[in-house]
């Protein structure tokens, strides 16, 4: 079974920028498309992303003009980007491997001033 182990979340003000990094402890290009969620308290998980095997992406509603999903094959790293937080991203971000149904243990974005 792939690992799938985010990072990058923390605390930051609105307006901020922060980039996630999925870590997965295989060949992403041989897992298959890898998926950005988040889920904030009280809230279902949200989709937000997708990058698939031959490198075109999709975004959901709440991820267009702001969010960027890229990889890194020989890292084998999914990223997200994130520009001109607002306090509505608040939320834990996950990464999955979509055709699998892997997923990470989440990375906290918290966006306060």
């Known amino acids: 079974q792939v690992q799938l182990v985010e990072s990058g979340g923390g605390l930051v003000q609105p307006g901020g920028s922060l980039r996630l990094s999925c870590e997965a402890s295989g060949s992403i290009l041989s897992i298959g498309p890898m998926g950005w969620y988040r889920q904030a308290t009280g809230k279902q998980r949200e989709y937000l992303a997708q990058?698939?095997?031959?490198?075109?992406?999709y975004y959901g509603p709440s991820a267009e003009g702001r969010f960027t999903i890229s990889r890194d094959n020989a890292k084998n790293t999914v990223y997200l980007q994130i520009d001109n937080l607002k306090s509505e991203d608040t939320a834990v971000y996950y990464c999955?491997?979509?055709?699998?149904?892997?997923w990470g243990q989440g990375t906290q974005v918290t966006v306060s001033s």
């Open positions: 999955s491997a979509l055709r699998h149904n892997y």
């Open positions: 990058i698939i095997t031959d490198g075109s992406t």
